[in-house]
C-alpha cells in the first residue's frame, strides 16, 4: 500500500500548493515519501478541529481536496 501512497504524493506535487495530512499512518508516510522535498506539507494531529481549518483554508483558497478514510459513524 505504501507504493500507491508514495505514487499518490507524487502526483500531489503538481497540483496542490500546500498538502495538509491528518494524524500520522502508513499512508500518510507514503504521500511524504512521494513529495518533492521543496512541497509544503503539514501534518494535522487526529484530534484537531479540521473544519475551523478548512474554513480559514476557503478563505484563501478556491480549492480545497478532503479526503477522508473514516469509516462513517
Do not use: Q
Request: charged share 35%.
Amino acid at each position: 500500500m505504501n507504493k500507491v501512497h508514495k505514487k499518490l504524493g507524487s502526483e500531489m506535487n503538481d497540483v496542490f500548493d500546500i498538502i495538509y495530512l491528518v494524524g500520522k499512518s502508513e499512508r500518510t508516510s507514503g504521500i511524504i515519501e512521494g513529495l518533492d522535498p521543496k512541497k509544503t506539507y503539514k501534518i494535522i494531529e487526529n484530534d484537531t478541529n479540521l473544519w475551523k481549518i478548512i474554513e480559514e483554508l476557503a478563505s484563501d483558497h478556491d480549492w480545497i481536496l478532503l479526503e477522508n478514510d473514516l469509516t462513517d459513524i
